[in-house]
């Protein structure tokens, strides 16, 4: 989902995803409501993918410019 936003460069969207991901994770560490915890949880999983293709494309380019 974040990967749209990839324009604005590949390191700050991964740093915007890793603090939803810190902001989220404590959300649901102290959600009082399942339902709310539902969604909290369904939002984590987006961000959690954005985080993994993020870095795997950082990875790939660092990489890349090295060899």
Same mark, same amino acid.
């Given at each position: #989902? !974040?990967? *749209?936003?990839?324009? +604005?460069? =590949?390191?700050?969207? @991964? %740093?915007?995803? @890793?603090? %939803?991901? /810190?902001? !989220?994770?404590?959300? *649901?560490?102290?959600?009082?409501?399942?339902? +709310? &915890? @539902?969604?909290? =949880? +369904?939002? @984590?999983g987006? $961000?959690? #993918?954005?985080? $993994?293709?993020?870095?795997? #494309? /950082?990875?790939? &380019?660092?990489? &890349?410019?090295? $060899?």
């Open positions: #989902v !974040l990967g *749209v936003f990839g324009g +604005f460069g =590949r390191k700050k969207t @991964l %740093m915007a995803s @890793l603090i %939803m991901q /810190l902001a !989220l994770g404590i959300l *649901v560490a102290i959600c009082p409501w399942f339902e +709310f &915890y @539902l969604v909290l =949880r +369904f939002i @984590l987006f $961000v959690c #993918v954005s985080i $993994v293709f993020s870095g795997f #494309v /950082l990875c790939k &380019y660092s990489i &890349y410019n090295i $060899v």
